[in-house]
């Protein structure tokens, strides 16, 4: 049995107190459940306010990037080794906003996913195709290349700590979002990748997340899905009252 896992990028959004108070109602409303995993990512600037809320939490502090360096001339980057004395345990590597933004490639990211686990960090590593993609058939092409090159050179014994999140370009912050079937064939053809690239207890194990307009009218049908593990939620994860009702999507 995977454990269900459901994480909100906040994205550029929030200022330190936003972030403190909408952290600290999370903390508050999930005190005493256990049964999901769940995890926020503020902005860099909100990871201290963050983590003082968070306090006594079992809410993960994720962050929303990191560096291919631990320090050095990177103007305008951060570091896993600052992530860490912020208190992040697990950071997103490959959202599609970096690979289509800013330019992130295949090898950049295995870079970050390398060094992430290397310094004891949980990852989850995106990845997903754009519409053009879809409507020209190679969706799994382009996530079998993503998988792969993403997770090039890590061991077997570091998947634990590695989540894979399924994210369709097309469907983040639009409102439309792949039917929970259309979902659920895309993470079997994952975890045939990871199959591949592994085993079969190994791809078995894995969790896979869907990414792209998770709502609450939404996530109960994503997942009673087999391979659906949980969601990375990016707009309704800004809000409390939102994010919650994904959260316990199984009340
Ligand atoms: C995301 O940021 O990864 C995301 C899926 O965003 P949204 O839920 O807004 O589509």
Known sequence: ????FIAGNWKMYKTA?????LASALASALKGESGTKVMVAPPFTAL?????????????L????????????????????????????L?????SERRHLYGETDALVNRKVRLALAEGFEVILCVGETLEERQGGITEKVVEAQTAAGLASVAGKDLARVTIAYEPVWAIGTGKNATPQDADAVHRFIRGVLAQLYDESAARGMTIQYG???????????????????????G????????????????
């Open 1 to 4: 049995m995977r454990q269900p």
């Open 17 to 21: 107190a936003e972030a403190a108070a």
């Open 48 to 60: 201290q306010a963050v983590r003082e809320a968070l306090r006594g939490s079992r809410i993960l």
């Open 62 to 89: 994720g962050a929303q990037n990191a560096c291919t360096e631990l320090e050095g001339a990177h103007t305008g980057e951060i570091s896993l080794r600052m992530l860490r004395d912020a208190g992040v345990s």
């Open 91 to 95: 950071v997103i590597l490959g959202h």
């Open 212 to 234: 792209g307009s998770v709502k609450a009218d939404n996530i109960r049908d994503l997942m009673k899905m087999e391979n659906i593990d949980g969601a990375l939620v990016g």
């Open 236 to 251: 309704a994860s800004l809000k409390a009252d939102t994010f919650l009702q994904i959260v316990q999507f199984d009340r």
